[in-house]
């Protein structure tokens, strides 16, 4: 269920690199239980946006509250504690762990009052909630890449987020792995999550996202449903690189 309440707002959210202004003045509220799609050139600040919100990257000026506390600046650990987390376009497993420790490391990351066989059981129920229970002692260069993932979702799951951050995660799947993703998608958010999706594949962008914002060169350029921001004639140019 979509609510008007913000779960996320931000307010003038700017990120300079050397040279490159990655991140101009975005102003966005992420509304609690919805899926918004972030769309985008290369190069037009979708991964800063994760960055800067999963405090992965300290932000260069504005403010930032999520459910109503001012987190503006706050680093990634306080960011995963409010509830917080994301995936990486290139997954990020830690590659001397089994698949099942890599997942039972965040549930006990992400609560300090879970032992380790209780952190092992909640991980246990997301690589089952992911399909990933078969190989769950595998490590994780031995996965093919939509296990790899999945792995990812996996873990960001095991934080127990109330704001997941998706970073394609459908890039590079098969079209029969893509529906599977999508499905994915569809439970995450039917368990409470809201889901800012950073994704090329349109069908899924169609398929999944209530809204979506448009950025390009870190500015946001256009924000509505899918199918009308994506005639919206300035997304189009940016698209075309004009
Ligand atoms: P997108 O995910 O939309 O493809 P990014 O957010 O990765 O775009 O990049 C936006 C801009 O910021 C690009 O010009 C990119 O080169 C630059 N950028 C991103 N991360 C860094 C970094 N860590 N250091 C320097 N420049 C960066
Ligand atoms: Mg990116």
């Given at each position: ?5 913000p ?20 102003n ?5 239980g919805?899926?918004?799609?972030l769309?985008?050139p290369?190069?037009?600040g ?10 992965h ?8 509250v999520?459910d109503?506390?001012?987190?503006t600046?706050?680093?990634?650990h ?5 509830g917080?987390?994301?995936t990486?376009?290139i ?6 762990m ?14 300090a009052?879970?032992d ?23 490590l994780?260069?031995?996965?093919n890449?939509h296990?790899?993932?999945?792995l990812e979702l996996?873990r ?6 109330r ?20 499905e994915l ?6 368990q ?9 594949v349109m ?11 448009v950025?390009?060169?870190?500015k946001?350029i256009?924000?509505?449903?899918a ?16």
């Amino acid at each position: 269920v979509v609510t008007s309440r913000p779960l996320l707002e931000v307010r003038g959210l700017s990120k300079a690199f050397k040279g490159v202004q990655a991140l101009d003045k975005v102003n966005l509220q992420v509304r609690q239980g919805e899926i918004l799609g972030l769309l985008g050139p290369n190069g037009s600040g979708k991964s800063t946006f994760i960055n800067v919100v999963s405090g992965h990257y300290p932000l260069s000026a504005g403010e930032l509250v999520f459910d109503g506390q001012v987190l503006t600046g706050a680093p990634a650990h306080r960011m995963a504690q409010a509830g917080i987390a994301r995936t990486y376009q290139i997954p990020r497993p830690f590659k001397h762990m089994t698949v099942l420790e890599n997942v039972s490391m965040v549930a006990m990351f992400g609560c300090a009052s879970l032992d380790a066989q209780a952190a092992t059981r909640e991980a246990w129920k997301w690589l089952e909630f992911t399909g990933l229970q078969d190989r769950a002692n595998a490590l994780p260069d031995d996965l093919n890449l939509h296990q790899r993932k999945f792995l990812e979702l996996a873990r960001a799951l095991a934080a127990r987020p109330r704001l997941v951050l998706l970073d394609e995660v459908l890039s590079g799947l098969t079209p029969g792995e893509i529906n599977e993703a999508i499905e994915l998608i569809r439970r995450i958010r039917d368990q409470g999550a809201t889901i800012v999706f950073v994704e090329h594949v349109m069908r899924a962008v169609m398929a999944l996202t209530d809204r979506i914002v448009v950025l390009n060169h870190g500015k946001l350029i256009a924000q509505g449903q899918a199918t009308e921001v994506m005639q919206d004639s300035e997304v189009v140019s940016a698209y075309l690189g004009r």
